[in-house]
T-cell receptor, first 118, second 109 residues
Framework: GAVVSQHPSWVICKSGTSVKIECRSLDFQATTMFWYRQFPKQSLMLMATSNEGSKATYEQGVEKDKFLINHASLTLSTLTVTSAHPEDSSFYIC??????????????FGPGTRLTVT | GQNIDQPTEMTATEGAIVQINCTYQTSGFNGLFWYQQHAGEAPTFLSYNVLDGLEEKGRFSSFLSRSKGYSYLLLKELQMKDSASYLCAVMDSNYQLIWGAGTKLIIKP
């Protein structure tokens, strides 16, 4: 149980275009989903936290107009990178927190999406 | 500020035991997580500690001392497949995960 999927697993796009990444919790309902970015040989950097039906909370330094997050349902959140630039190339990982996970507040991670902007 | 410290890299021998330490300073504490991350993959959950003491799960054990702001992950009977980065993360008073930079573990035959 507790499987999170991401689509696509990798994407190459041209500079100036937009890319949408989907994150789905397959066998549980997620009250909260998190979007992370990870550059090579660095740790995870939280970009934003999204709760179903409400606006995402962005971390300091993350442009909300550039990284659009929509948490449309308890099983789906999307991240859209608008007007992508080469410096946006990174590994994007989502995670989801189970609605009824009990006391652990464990986050289940998707497999990640590798974005390359040319 | 909030801070998680863990060694950048460690090397160990196949079949041996290795301990990866993590110290933290956070605003509040709602548990400490250890995750394993292989290169190019997403993290996978290893352990969760919220009370002091040792939690054992097969070859992996995790220890927590809240008074010292300290945890360690103990890996026994090391296998080559254990070569990965090990991430320590603390859940703060807002239930946000604060992540360490990760410890890259290299296993040698």
């Amino acid at each position: 149980g507790a499987v999170v999927s991401q689509h696509p697993s990798w994407v190459i796009c041209k500079s100036g275009t937009s890319v949408k990444i989907e994150c789905r919790s397959l066998d549980f309902q997620a009250t909260t989903m998190f979007w992370y970015r990870q550059f090579p040989k660095q740790s995870l950097m939280l970009m934003a936290t999204s709760n179903e039906g409400s606006k995402a909370t962005y971390e300091q330094g993350v442009e909300k107009d550039k990284f659009l997050i929509n948490h449309a349902s308890l099983t789906l959140s999307t991240l859209t990178v608008t007007s992508a630039h080469p410096e946006d190339s990174s590994f994007y990982i989502c995670s989801a927190r189970d609605l009824v996970a009990g006391d652990s507040y464990e986050q289940y991670f998707g497999p990640g999406t590798r974005l390359t902007v040319t | 500020g909030q801070n998680i410290d863990q060694p950048t890299e460690m090397t160990a021998t196949e079949g041996a035991i290795v301990q990866i330490n993590c110290t933290y300073q956070t605003s509040g504490f709602n548990g400490l997580f250890w995750y394993q991350q292989h290169a190019g993959e997403a993290p996978t959950f290893l352990s969760y500690n919220v009370l002091d003491g040792l939690e054992e799960k097969g070859r992996f054990s995790s220890f927590l001392s809240r008074s010292k702001g300290y945890s360690y992950l103990l890996l026994k009977e090391l296998q080559m497949k254990d070569s990965a980065s090990y991430l320590c993360a603390v859940m703060d008073s807002n239930y946000q995960l604060i992540w360490g930079a990760g410890t890259k573990l290299i296993i040698k035959p």
